[in-house]
């Protein structure tokens, strides 16, 4: 992810295109992976299991891949966000 700040402002852009990685909470690793390829469809990413959680009943995965603009940024998370397999995205 490129962030740039300015002193004259406090707050940072974010300069598209760049990287994002969206962490996805769920408790079901193979429909959490089918609904990443299902909303991401034919654009490149990466995906990796991170954590279990200490039960084992929930665990998480990071989608790591390039978004072009700050609307599709927020249309991916939004239809992550939707999806019944996943119940947290970060």
């Known amino acids: 992810m490129t962030k740039q ?7 940072s852009k974010i300069h ?9 909470f769920g408790s079901n690793v ?9 909303i991401i469809k034919e654009q490149v990413y990466h995906i990796s299991e ?3 959680s200490k ?5 998480s995965l990071r989608v790591t ?3 072009m603009s ?3 940024n927020r249309q991916y998370y ?4 939707e999806h019944p397999a996943i119940r947290i995205v970060l």
């Open 70 to 72: 700050e609307e599709q």
């Open 16 to 24: 598209y295109p760049c990287t994002w990685e969206y962490t996805l």
């Open 50 to 52: 991170s954590r279990r």
């Open 55 to 59: 039960k084992g009943n929930y665990l």
């Open 78 to 81: 939004n239809l992550l966000g």
């Open 30 to 38: 193979e429909d959490m992976k089918t609904a990443v390829q299902d």
């Open 65 to 67: 891949l390039m978004v």
């Open 5 to 11: 700040s300015n002193s004259n402002n406090p707050t």
